[in-house]
C-alpha cells in the first residue's frame, strides 16, 4: 500500500489536472466530436472541420486551439494502443511494453523514487531477457547503476556495471550487423547497374554478419543475416537455395539455437512457398501452402501475397479446380479493396486466364467464377518486359477462338513486334519460343495438324528450357507448355 499511496501522491501532485486522453463516450465534448468526424470521414479539411464544429468556414482560434489539444491525447493515447499478436510480431509488441516501463521508470528517477523505479526496471530486464532485447536490457541496467549510485549500493551497483558491459558488447554487434545489412539493403534496391556492381561484395558482408552472429548468439544478428542471405539468393535466382535457407533456419529453430518468438514464420512460409513454385515442386508447394495459409490474417495484405504464389501452384500443376475455389475466395474477400491497384490487376488477370481455360475446355471445374474486380486493365499493359506479356499471349490466344477473324496479320505484327523489342538475350528464350509457336499457327492458317507437326521442334525446344532464374522475371500464369495444348485443342474445335 505504501508504493500505491506514494504513486497516487506523485500523479496527484505533479501530473496534469485535464484529462490526457480523448474520452470517446463524451459526445458533448467538442474533442470527441471532432474525433468521430475524422474517423467517420465526414471531413476531409480544417475548412469542414470548423464548418461542423462552429458553423463557421473560418479557421479560428479557437479550432486551431482544440485540434492541439486534440493531438497532445492522440499522442497520449500511443501508450495505451493493444496490438494483437495475430498481426503483430510477438517480439515487436514486446518491445514496445519495455518501451513503456523504461518510460515509467524514467519518471520515477526524475521524481527520486528510486525503490519503485528499480523494482520497474528489474521486471522490465527480465521481459527483456526472455524475449531477447539487447537494447532495453542496456537502457534498463543504466538507469540501474544510476539508481545503485544514489543510494550508495556498492554490491549491486559493481553487479549491474559487468553485467551491462558484457550487453554492450552484444549492442555493439547489433549495431554493426545492421549498419551492414542497411547499406547492402540500400545498394541492393539501387539501379540496375548499380546493383550488379555490388552483388560480388554480398559474399563477404554475409560472412562478416554470420560471424557476428556467432561471437553473440544475438538473434537479431541472425534475422539479418537470414534475410539479407535470401536476397542474395533470389537475385542470384538460385531458388534451390532459398529453400535450402528455409530449412537450415527451421532446423535452427528446432534444434533451440532460434526462440520460437524470434522466428519470423511468415516471412519463412511465404519465401518457402514462392521458391518452391519457381523450382517446380509443386505438389510439396501445395501441400505447405495450404499448412501455412493459417499463419496469415485474411484482411492483411501479405495474405493476398501468400494466395497469388498459392493459386499461382495450383495453376502450374493443372489444379484448376483449385485454382478456381481460390480465385473465388479471395476475390470473394471483403478485404481486396484495400490491396493496391496493381495486385487487384494481377488477380482480374489470372480471373482471365481461368476464364479462358474454360471456355477452351467447358469439362475443367472451374465454372462460377466471380466477376471481375477491375474492368480495365491500366498498370499492367505499362509493364512491357512483365505482365504485357501474358496480356499479349492472353489476347492472341483469344483471337483464335473467334471464328469472324480471318485475317491475323495485325496479330502477327503485334507479336513479331515484341520479340524484336522486349525478348532479347538467354533469358527471354522460353517467352520467345511460345510466341514462336503462337506466330506458326498463324503463318499455317489455324490449321491444327500442321500446326502440331510444324511445332514439334520449337515445342521440344521450348520443355528443355527452363524459366529464367532471374528474380525479376515474372512467373508464367500458366506454363508455355500447357498453353501449347490449350491452342492446338483451340485449332482442333475450330476445324471440327
Not at 249 to 271: D, M, S, T, V, W
Not at 283 to 292: K, R, S
Request: hydrophobic content about 45%; glycine content about 2%; proline content about 3%.
Amino acid at each position: 500500500m505504501d508504493e500505491l499511496r506514494r504513486l497516487v501522491s506523485l500523479i496527484a501532485e505533479r501530473g496534469v489536472k485535464a484529462s490526457p486522453l480523448i474520452n470517446q463516450q463524451d459526445e458533448d465534448n467538442l474533442e470527441t466530436k471532432l474525433f468521430n468526424l475524422i474517423k467517420n470521414e465526414q471531413v476531409t479539411s480544417d475548412v469542414d472541420a470548423a464548418e461542423m464544429l462552429y458553423g463557421d468556414k473560418n479557421v479560428s482560434a479557437n479550432y486551431r486551439m482544440l485540434k492541439s489539444r486534440m493531438r497532445k491525447k492522440l499522442l497520449n493515447h500511443l501508450h495505451f494502443i493493444e496490438f494483437s499478436s495475430s498481426k503483430f510480431n510477438l517480439v515487436s509488441i514486446e518491445s514496445y511494453k519495455l518501451q513503456a516501463m523504461l518510460l515509467e521508470a524514467h519518471a520515477l528517477l526524475v521524481s527520486d523514487e528510486y525503490r519503485i523505479a528499480d523494482k520497474l526496471l528489474t521486471q522490465a530486464i527480465v521481459l527483456a531477457k526472455a524475449n531477447q532485447v539487447t537494447s532495453c536490457i542496456v537502457r534498463a541496467l543504466e538507469k540501474k547503476l544510476v539508481i545503485h549510485s544514489n543510494i550508495i549500493n556498492k554490491k549491486a551497483y559493481l553487479e549491474a556495471k559487468e553485467e551491462l558491459q558484457y550487453y554492450y558488447k552484444i549492442e555493439a554487434q547489433e549495431k554493426e550487423a545492421a549498419s551492414l545489412f542497411q547499406l547492402a539493403h540500400i545498394e541492393l534496391s539501387s539501379s540496375l547497374s548499380e546493383r550488379n556492381a555490388y552483388l560480388y561484395k554480398i559474399p563477404a558482408v554475409l560472412e562478416q554478419i554470420h560471424k557476428l552472429w556467432l561471437s553473440s548468439k544475438s538473434p537479431v544478428i541472425y534475422n539479418l543475416f537470414h534475410i539479407l542471405s535470401i536476397h542474395f539468393l533470389e537475385l542470384k535466382g538460385d531458388f534451390l537455395a532459398v529453400s535450402d535457407a528455409v530449412a537450415r533456419a527451421e532446423k535452427l529453430l528446432e534444434q533451440g539455437h532460434i526462440q520460437p518468438n524470434r522466428y519470423n514464420y511468415k516471412y519463412n512460409a511465404f519465401i518457402h512457398i514462392y521458391a518452391l513454385l519457381r523450382t517446380r515442386q509443386y505438389e510439396e508447394g501445395l501441400i505447405l501452402a495450404q499448412d501455412y495459409l493459417q499463419l496469415f490474417e485474411p484482411q492483411a495484405v501479405n495474405w493476398f501475397a501468400f494466395m497469388e504464389n498459392y493459386l499461382l501452384l495450383a495453376m502450374h500443376s493443372g489444379n484448376y479446380k483449385l485454382a478456381g475455389e481460390l480465385l473465388q475466395r479471395s476475390l470473394a474477400s471483403d478485404y481486396v479493396n484495400t490491396i493496391q491497384n496493381t495486385a487487384k490487376e494481377r488477380w482480374e488477370l489470372y480471373r482471365r486466364y481461368l476464364l479462358l481455360m474454360h471456355s477452351i475446355m467447358p469439362s475443367l471445374d472451374v465454372v462460377n467464377l466471380p466477376q471481375g474486380v477491375l474492368a480495365e486493365l491500366v498498370m499492367l499493359p505499362k509493364d512491357k518486359a512483365g505482365y504485357n506479356l501474358s496480356l499479349l499471349v492472353l489476347d492472341t490466344i483469344k483471337s483464335f477462338l473467334n471464328r469472324k477473324v480471318d485475317d491475323y496479320e495485325s496479330h502477327a505484327e503485334r507479336v513479331r513486334k515484341y520479340i524484336t523489342k522486349y525478348l532479347r538475350g538467354e533469358k527471354a528464350e522460353r517467352p520467345r519460343l511460345f510466341l514462336r509457336l503462337l506466330l506458326l499457327v498463324i503463318k499455317e492458317d489455324l490449321h491444327p495438324v500442321r500446326a502440331r507437326a510444324k511445332g514439334q521442334k520449337l515445342y521440344e525446344k521450348l520443355k528443355q528450357t527452363l524459366p529464367p532464374g532471374d528474380a525479376f522475371a515474372e512467373v508464367e500464369i500458366i506454363p508455355y507448355e500447357h498453353l501449347w495444348d490449350l491452342v492446338l485443342k483451340v485449332l482442333e474445335h475450330r476445324a471440327a
